[in-house]
């Protein structure tokens, strides 16, 4: 029986490699039941034209550098008020922003010759396949059982990736804007899913990526600071088409009893801490600040709703008050990144970033590469 599975699993591999678009695969896995979220009207929609300057990119992706490196010695770590201003001397790049690079590298013209045709979509065969090249730093365990299937069992991607709602996809999905910021199309969507289901296939994960990159999309193009409750409504109105509302999912902390969808989850309590205008260290300790996407989205969120304004208050406090601080740094780093470009980072924070030591010289290279291409008609 599993036999033919596997044999089943190969020529559905040859059939989606035969269509055109991610889109058109995203819609056949759905149909086949291998893609574990719903089908939502939001994912068949094209974004709005956008103008973004190549200043924000680099920020978006220099941001999820700075906030990683800044949270990586803290890692797991009680969270205390104090705030980390600087790097340590032990802060270094984790997974968060290995992944984030190696998707860059994958979205990047290959050669001489942009195959705009190609170039303008995630190819996951090759996102995963560069997964699987180099040691991933500080690996969680999704990312292993991922590994293990793709690799050890050579399952194909579309079911290596387990039913996990962990952060490891969030984390690592922001460069998926790059492609449509001069022709925007739904194709960002799509690219979103295939991303996310690689290694957590996941109701709340898919929902949380998509929902990330339409929030990252939006910031990249706004010259105005978006007021608080934009971050959860939009949030909400593109989590909850694709996430539904019957899942279920249940808060780790014994503090909270909740069970049910996670976007109602999530609305409910950064509203909440919103109206109580509730310190972001001590709603990171009520509803826990870990790895798990029930509590590291609303903790960026409400993050967010505070600290948008400004880049360096933002990404530093994230990295202070989180246990899963270099993620929860990441992720913020690469949101007031794109809201701001690199202007928005002090040079402290900046420099090492863009020059080194803490980014390695081709990750650089590949941002600024990025921060070309992607601009071009």
């Known amino acids: 029986m599993l036999l033919v599975k596997l044999m089943n699993y190969r020529h559905l591999d040859k059939r989606l490699r035969e269509l055109e678009s991610n889109t058109e695969r995203m819609s056949l896995l759905f149909q086949l039941g291998l893609i574990n979220a719903r089908e939502g009207d939001f994912l068949y929609k094209t974004p709005p034209k956008i103008n973004v300057s190549s200043e ?4 978006m992706l220099y941001g999820v550098a700075i906030g990683d490196a800044l949270g990586s010695p803290y890692e797991g770590k009680r969270p205390k008020p104090e705030i980390v201003r600087a790097y340590a001397t032990r802060s270094h790049i984790t997974d968060d922003t290995q ?3 190696w998707t860059v590298e994958v979205l990047l013209p290959k050669g001489l010759l942009w195959r705009r045709s190609r170039a303008e979509r995630l190819d996951p065969w090759e996102l995963a396949d560069r997964f699987t090249k180099e040691r991933i730093i500080g690996i969680g365990g999704t990312v292993k059982d991922f590994l293990r299937n793709y690799k050890k069992f050579n399952l194909p991607w579309f079911i290596s990736g387990v039913p996990s709602a962990g952060n490891g996809a969030l984390m690592r999905i922001s460069p998926l804007v790059l492609p449509y910021l001069i022709r925007p199309s739904k194709e960002m969507w799509a690219d979103s899913v295939l991303d996310t289901i690689i290694t957590h296939n996941d109701p709340l994960a898919i929902s949380a ?8 999309y939006k910031l990249l193009g706004m010259d105005k600071l978006p007021q608080p409750e934009w971050f959860i409504e939009e949030y909400v109105s593109v989590a909850r088409d694709i996430e539904g509302d019957n ?3 249940k808060p780790r902390t014994k503090k909270i009893r909740y069970k049910g969808p996670a976007w109602e989850f999530i609305e409910k309590y950064v509203r909440w801490a919103l109206d109580e205008q509730m310190h972001p260290l001590e709603f990171g300790n009520y509803v826990h600040s870990g790895g798990y996407l029930l509590e ?9 709703m505070y600290f948008i304004g400004n880049a360096y208050k933002m990404v530093t406090r994230a990295a202070s008050w989180s246990y899963d601080s270099d993620t ?9 990144g794109a809201l701001h470009g690199t202007s928005g980072f002090p040079p402290h924070l900046l420099v090492p970033v863009m020059e080194g030591p803490i980014l390695p010289s081709r990750f650089q290279n590949l941002a600024r590469i990025a921060a070309r291409e992607f601009l071009k008609n």
């Open 56 to 59: 924000k990119i680099l920020g």
């Open 99 to 101: 992944m984030t690079f």
């Open 209 to 216: 990526s998509v929902a990330f990159v339409n929030i990252t």
């Open 247 to 249: 899942t279920t999912y």
């Open 296 to 304: 590291t989205v609303p903790v960026v969120l409400l993050l967010a």
């Open 328 to 336: 929860i740094g990441a992720i913020s780093g690469y949101l007031c």
